[in-house]
């Protein structure tokens, strides 16, 4: 069965720290890759994706990821928090042959002032 | 754009009523997505529509859940009757073509007492 892991369910960091969120998946053909965020009270909101060429994937707010088709990951990475990167973030992938979206069951990240 | 509009953007209700909720996607899309959101499970696709037309319902819980995309512009998911188990977030997502991203709407917090 497709799935997708994110083995850490609760980051707190200071501000300034850097951040690395795992993500793994499991589906052995083509996949596009996601990064969703939701701030408190909000809706899904997309941090960046990836579909194809450049494994290292620049999304807003200065987060990046980075595809690694070997280790089936697709880790979120952003070398300076802030305290407004406090939200809950969550992996998803969708394979190449099916529309649907799957879904990490999601980190929250904890930045303190 | 305005976005992925849903409402209400919150409901109460209680066990045995009939809940409805709405969703207008973006304009021009033609995928839509019902999504739903709880502590225990996560985030989870109940079904989605291509071009009007339920392509996946695996996702829907039981027969207390239907949905219908009657056009382009509109979709409702309807619970009768509803249980308190059905406490959660409900998203509506939408996009555009096989590679798009999906945008999520704000989201309808239900709560059945």
């Known amino acids: 069965a497709q799935s997708v892991s994110q083995h850490n369910h609760h980051v707190i960091l200071s501000e300034a720290a850097s951040l690395e969120l795992g993500c793994n998946y499991s589906?052995?053909?083509?996949?596009?890759l996601f990064w969703y965020v939701q701030y408190p009270g909000q809706h899904l909101q997309l941090l960046l994706k990836?579909?194809?060429?450049?494994?290292l994937v620049k999304g807003i707010k200065g987060f990046e990821a980075e595809f690694i088709k070997s280790k089936f990951s697709f880790n979120l990475r952003k070398p300076s928090v802030q305290w407004s990167d406090t939200a809950e973030y969550f992996c998803?992938?969708?394979?190449?042959?099916?529309?649907?979206?799957?879904f990490g069951s999601g980190t929250q990240l904890t930045v303190l002032p | 754009d305005a976005g992925v509009i849903q409402s209400p953007r919150h409901e109460v209700t209680e066990m045995g009523q009939e809940v409805t909720l709405r969703c207008k996607p973006i304009s021009g899309h033609n995928s839509l997505f019902w999504y739903r959101q709880t502590m225990m499970r996560g985030l989870e696709l109940l079904i989605y529509f291509n071009n009007n037309v339920p392509i996946d319902d695996s996702g829907m819980p039981e027969d207390r859940f239907s949905a219908k995309m009657p056009n382009a512009s509109f979709s409702t998911l309807k619970i009768q009757p509803s249980e308190p188990r059905d406490s959660a977030v409900y998203f509506c997502?939408?996009?555009?073509?096989?590679?798009?991203?999906?945008?999520f709407g704000p989201g309808t917090r239900l709560t059945v007492l």
């Open positions: 990836y579909f194809s060429g450049d494994p």
């Open positions: 998803a992938f969708e394979s190449g042959s099916a529309r649907q979206l799957t």
């Open positions: 997502a939408s996009s555009f073509g096989r590679a798009d991203t999906q945008y």
């Open positions: 589906y052995g053909g083509t996949v596009n």
